[in-house]
């Protein structure tokens, strides 16, 4: 039930009671990332002005040199998610093993884990270009109150109690799903409140952009050739535009607005793709689905994936349900 000038913290207490698990636990979680997305956000605007400081001679407080924003993002999301004894676990691309969060607390109950992605498209820093953050969120299946173990993170997607992205764009945005549909915050700067702007966000079933890094594309498997051909053909609503910004969040977030979809297949150098299935692939599957839209590896629902190891690197089709579709139409053909 959205009302005008809504903010996140009003949407997240008037949704509370329709979690399925309603200890406000989830609630808290999602409120720590919305403060963590916030001063991520401060840091990544000033991202530019890193060369003047230096020059000035600057240095942080405890004067050591600007760290890497990806690392920072990483410190702040662990650091507001573990000070705040929200969750039991968390793993993040940035790091190689997983996080068990040892509570002071004995009655610690929590009960979730978060893996996350916390800079995504980091190579887009130095250019002005939008980055982003991806969160997942997963039920422990460990008993509560014990350390948390490997099994509580290699959930199948089709687990996820929550997941979403913030994107630092021309505006910062956070966008998320607990399940009931996708809803999406622009921050105001000015006094830093997320509101809600893109209520009940929808992919639109066809689209006409196709987002894929077509410098491997010697490297492609026939089937993604193909489709790109098909993608390029003059016939009905075709040619597509391509479009492709480097930061899976922002490639995402365009496409499920404007159409399209997205693609990272497998190629002869990386045999899984690019992507990471517990970081990016599962959080943006289940917000794709739960925005109408579709996700898959080329053959298989990606939120059915089985995964094995943390860092696992899967294929990627993901965006408008009838391209992603047609995408799997031609890698079926071509087996
Ligand atoms: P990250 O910055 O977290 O490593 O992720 C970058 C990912 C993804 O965001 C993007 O779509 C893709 O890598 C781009 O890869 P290519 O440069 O190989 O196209
Ligand atoms: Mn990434
Ligand atoms: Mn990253």
Known sequence: MSQKNQTLGEFIIENQSSFKYTSGELSRLINSIRLAAKVVNHEVN????????????????????????????????????????????????????????????????????????PLDGSSNIDVNV??????????RVTPVGTPVTLEDFLQKGNQQVAAGYVV???????????????????????IGTFYLSHPDMQFPENGKIYSVNEGNYIHFPQGIKNYIKYCQMEEGDRPYTSRYIGSLVSDFHRNMIKGGIYLYPKSSKN????????????????LAEQANGKASDG????LDIEPTELHQRVPFICGSKNMVEKAEEFMRLAE
């Open 130 to 139: 939008s980055v982003g953050t991806i969160f997942s969120v997963y039920r």
């Open 271 to 286: 045999s899984n793709g690019k992507l990471r299935l517990l970081y990016e692939c599962n959080p943006m599957a289940f």
């Open 168 to 190: 630092y764009g021309t505006s910062t945005m956070l966008v998320y799903t607990t399940g009931a549909g996708v809803n999406g915050f622009t921050l105001n700067p000015a």
């Open 299 to 302: 053959f298989t629902r990606i």
């Open 46 to 117: 000033k991202a530019g002005l890193v060369d003047i400081i230096g020059a000035a001679g600057d240095t942080n407080i405890q004067g050591e040199d600007q760290q890497k924003l990806d690392v920072y993002a990483n410190e702040k999301f662990i650091q507001t998610l573990t000070n705040r004894n929200i969750v039991c676990g968390i793993a993040s691309e940035e790091e190689d093993d997983f996080i068990s969060i040892n509570s002071q607390d004995e009655n610690n109950n929590n009960k979730y884990v978060v893996l996350i992605d």
